[in-house]
């Protein structure tokens, strides 16, 4: 098995909202018209739990959960939510750690609907050809939300911008234990993988849209992008720095707006 790439569960709680604000709700109604009850939904790359905690009161019960994931830690902490469908009734958790990339159809035993919310961009080719080989043979619509497009905009601008993105956007690429992950090339590989087995792709933006009241997670976000940003071009150390310490100013005074763009794709069979 590789090597888990560690997330933390307060990275994943603060970017929770930002989240549930950004997912398409054209997709889910999409979705939810394919959807016949009692309905069981498996979520990959589960984290704490996101997906279901937003996911499920949009949708009619009785609700069966399957959440999936390689951190057995955080798949404690989603299965600990106590979760509702849309009519308020409570809904069944069962958790399946693993790794997606050994994934296969039997392992979505029952799916009327396979999930992912953030997922696709931290994944290789082999692994995003496993899960979409999986859905493919459970035969159940695909929902994956929020993959990362590498677009960022930020406002006012500076000319690190463009330099910054583009090294983050090669660190997302980056080889890890002789996985190449995909970063923001994954969503349009995944899309084209089920077009290619004769399924049909809706797409629809989730662009994160963050301003002056989402101080703590855009300063997190920016961290981390930098750190990132450095690690994959470490020449770019000092000029870092000097960005970090004036967008932390713009940040504290509210003044910095950033689109993260970010998109969702629904996928169906014939
Ligand atoms: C960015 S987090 C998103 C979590 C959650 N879906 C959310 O939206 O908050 C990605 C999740 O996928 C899991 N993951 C990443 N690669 C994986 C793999 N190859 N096999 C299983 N789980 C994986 C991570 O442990 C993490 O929980």
Redesign the pocket.
Known sequence: M?A????SAD??TL??AA?AGSRSHALVAQAGRMLRPPVTIH?????????PRWLAPLLPGPQTWVL????DA??QHAASADLHDRDGASITVRTRP????A?RGRDLDGASLVT????LD???AD?ISAIVAACIDAGAPALF??SVTGQVLLDPVDPGDRLFAASFNDHQRRTVEG?RLLGPDAPAVAADLFRSAGWSVSVADSHWRLAGGDRALVSEWMHGWLAAAVAQRPALREWAAEYARQRAAQIAAGELRVIVEHIDFLAWPP
């Open positions: 590789s888990v790439i560690p997330v990275w994943l970017r929770e989240d979520d990959l790359g589960s984290g704490t739990g996101s997906m999936h994931d390689w951190n955080l798949l693993g790794e997606l990339g994934l992912a919310s953030a997922l931290v994944l290789s692994e939300a929020l996985r």
